[in-house]
């Protein structure tokens, strides 16, 4: 069975610096992996999606990247804000199964 | 709709008592999720809906649990019998069956509360 793994489980930064979140999963057949933010309270907002074929995705401040044969992607955050604080999560999805890590959670510091 | 949506945000119960947990999903998105999240926790797999019928219901905790989506469209969740274990938030989510990229939209989710 899938396992997915999320390190650290959480991260305490001052604002303005750049960070990167890891995620790393067991078995590297998988179809795409997804990275989700989560407030607290709220729903899972998909972020970024990698698809098996692909190193890396960008949106805005954010990139994520895959190594599917070593089993690890990240998700490197340029230029960190308060209002990035959340906790954030990986999902691997393989045929039409999803297995999410436990998640990071963020404090950008002000 | 625009987006995934759940009713009730809220449901507190009593243990014993029947619930019922709604999700309206994306239009158009076939295929269908429901999740359960404990604090602290990832959102754990219960049910999977291609179309109206459950192509995966192996993440069901018991035969207390039982989904159902009669139209393909909106998906309720029912629970039997609640247990204080049962408090959780359940997720719903949806996604096109495009197998290029399958990207899960999630609804808000409703938070269950079992006294």
Same mark, same amino acid.
């Given at each position: ?10 991260? +305490?930064?001052p604002?303005?610096? /750049? ?5 790393? &999963?067991?078995? +590297?057949?998988?179809? /795409?992996l997804?990275? &989700?933010?989560?407030?607290?309270g709220k729903g899972?907002t998909?972020l970024?999606?990698?698809q ?11 990139n994520a +990247? ?6 690890r992607?990240?998700?490197?955050i340029?230029?960190?804000? %308060?209002?990035?604080?959340?906790t ?6 393989h045929?039409?199964? &999803?297995? &999410?890590?436990?998640?990071?959670s963020?404090?950008?510091? %002000? | ?30 295929a ?12 754990e797999?219960?049910?999977y809906?291609q ?9 069901l905790p ?20 609640t247990e204080?274990g049962?408090?959780?938030v359940?997720?719903c989510?949806?996604?096109?069956l ?9 609804g ?8």
């Open positions: 069975k899938q396992e997915v793994t999320q390190i650290p489980a959480a991260l +305490s930064v604002e303005g610096e /750049n960070l990167v979140l890891n995620c790393s &999963f067991t078995d +590297s057949a998988i179809y /795409n997804q990275w &989700f933010r989560q407030d607290p899972l998909s970024l999606l990698i098996s074929s692909q190193r890396e995705q960008t949106s805005g401040r954010l +990247s895959l190594d599917k044969s070593s089993g992607s990240t998700l490197y340029a230029a960190s804000q %308060p209002g990035d604080s959340a954030y999560l990986c999902a691997v999805r045929v039409n199964q &999803f297995y &999410f890590g436990t998640g990071t963020l404090t950008v510091i %002000p | 709709g625009a987006g995934v949506s759940q009713t009730p945000s809220n449901k507190v119960t009593e243990k014993g008592k029947y619930v019922e947990l709604r999700c309206d999903p994306i239009s158009g998105h076939t269908l999720y429901w999740y359960r999240q404990s604090l602290g926790q990832g959102p797999f219960l049910i809906f179309g109206t019928g459950a192509a995966d219901d192996s993440g018991n035969d207390r649990f039982f989904a159902v989506r009669p139209e393909g469209s909106v998906s309720t969740l029912k629970i039997q019998r204080r049962d408090s959780a359940y997720l989510a949806s996604s096109s495009n197998a290029n990229t399958r990207e899960l939209f999630f808000e989710g409703s938070r269950l509360t079992v006294l």
